[in-house]
């Protein structure tokens, strides 16, 4: 039953837009043209640095930490479906037929043209200011654990949990960058870096990283889209009350993204652990193999830690912020894709492209947070170009406004603590429940029974 609280969820990548080294179990596209490729400002073709060698459109991908997978789209415009985006509908210009704007008619505007807007430098990597951010992340977490191990009194210990916790979700999302390939142009310092990130809070760098990339180039598809996608009514109809109430009453959803990585989601095969998982193509073995071995490890120094101080200290410095990181984590990325007064559309079958999953993302304020965990509420624009570094991303989302239009939607203004999302996420809880079967083009619905009482939404 516990599966089903899981809200990360995926199936096979779409076939449209795929920079996999070989083809996954999906069919192979009928519309991508591969002839026309643009670099991107301030790249070298098919190059990141001297070591980095994009896999796009490689079969000989390496097995190193050398050779990573950067998150689509890298350096390609095909054409045939940005053409595709600008054709009508419901309409033109993102008009529906009655002349509203509607958000799930194609965009008037193709991925190149948002590229162009963002300036030059917004695409230049520093991987000096990338490390400067991660030492002073690590000064903040090892100078929070001392001065609550130092005070060890019941005062310090709650302020401790909620500001670890937020500290840890910040190291979470420079892990990110690292696999996103933002980090840097050096694909060893992205992988070494992101390794120790994400190995200190109990997360499967490689792992999630090729599946976290699988979210990024099928995001707003129904089926394909590997993180908090809907549930279908059939799928929704076939669960118990008991799993309903799980999955849709807080806070339980918050806590599922461990799980998420042991089994993934109801229908779909595969850990984020095993080199044999369904998630991953036999090159990736390796890469998976040493995530893995990383995330042992550190639970061995978790075993020792339990037995030098004690179990109760191990759990109060570190079993509590974990789990503070982890409800931040399913908070985040569930209310980039939820949540918004107007219901925005999921995409099926031929009405999807990778612009217009893209533009169902939303970007949030999360106050006094944004800096704290590197503006990942600017999230359109990285879902879109995730190779963007995290400290461009304002400005390259502000550049990117008189492109997009009415398909960006201006974040509501938090306080410096953005409690607001909180209401955000339990109205979106109580509507958000399936879509239909049935449609290329398809909104969430809402169960009025799900909680003993018939009142609609």
């Not at 193709?110 to 430098?121: G, M, N, T």
């Not at 502000?398 to 492109?403: F, H, I, R, S, W």
């Amino acid at each position: 039953m516990a599966s089903w609280v899981l809200s990360e969820c995926g199936l096979r990548p779409l076939p449209r837009i795929r920079i996999y080294p070989k083809p996954r179990n999906a069919l192979a596209s009928n519309n991508t043209n591969l002839s026309k490729i643009r670099t991107l400002p301030g790249s070298k073709a098919n190059s990141f640095g001297s070591s980095f060698k994009v896999s796009t459109w490689s079969r000989d991908r390496k097995n190193s930490w050398g050779v990573l997978n950067v998150s689509a789209p890298l350096k390609v415009e095909i054409t045939g479906q940005d053409d595709k985006d600008k054709e009508a509908i419901n309409g033109v210009n993102g008009l529906g037929d009655d002349g509203e704007f509607d958000p799930a008619a194609p965009p008037p505007f193709r991925l190149s043209d948002i590229r162009a807007a963002i300036p030059k430098h917004c695409w230049v990597k520093d991987p000096w200011r990338s490390m400067s951010y991660v030492v002073r992340d690590a000064v903040v977490v090892f100078g929070l654990a001392a001065v609550a191990a130092y005070f060890n009194n019941w005062l310090v210990w709650p302020l401790y949990w909620i500001a670890q916790g937020t500290m840890f979700w910040a190291l979470f999302v420079l892990g990110h960058d690292c696999g996103h390939g933002s980090f840097s142009n050096n694909p060893a310092l992205n992988s070494v870096v992101g390794h120790l990130l994400h190995s200190s809070i109990l997360v499967p760098y490689h792992g999630w990283r090729i599946s976290h990339r699988t979210h990024h180039q099928n995001h707003g598809h129904v089926e394909n889209d590997e993180s908090w996608h809907p549930l279908s009514e059939k799928i929704y109809n076939g669960l118990d009350k008991a799993t309903k109430l799980l999955r849709f009453t807080l806070p339980f959803p918050m806590l599922a993204y461990p799980i998420y990585l042991w089994g993934r989601s109801p229908g779909k095969k595969g850990s984020h652990f095993h080199p044999d998982s369904d998630l991953f193509v036999p090159n990736e073995r390796k890469d998976v193999i040493t995530s893995t071995v990383c995330w042992t490890a550190m639970v061995g120094v978790l075993a020792y830690l339990s037995f030098a101080m004690g179990p109760m200290q191990l759990l109060k410095l570190y079993g509590i912020p974990y789990s503070i990181f982890v409800m931040w984590l399913d908070l985040v990325t569930y209310l980039h894709h939820h949540g918004h007064e107007e219901k925005l559309p999921w995409y099926r079958g031929k009405e999807w492209s990778y612009l217009r999953g893209g533009l169902t993302t939303l970007d949030r304020d999360y106050g006094w947070i944004n800096n704290i965990h590197h503006d990942i509420g600017t999230h359109v624009i990285h879902h879109l170009f995730p190779q963007i570094p995290h400290y461009h991303l304002i400005e390259a989302t502000e550049a990117a406004k008189p492109v997009l239009r009415k398909y960006y939607r201006e974040p509501k203004k938090s306080g410096p603590v953005p409690f607001h999302l909180f209401g955000v996420l339990i109205r979106s809880m109580k509507q958000d429940h399936y879509v239909s079967d049935n449609g290329d083009v398809v909104y969430y619905q809402t169960d009025p029974q799900i909680y003993g009482t018939r009142k609609s939404d």
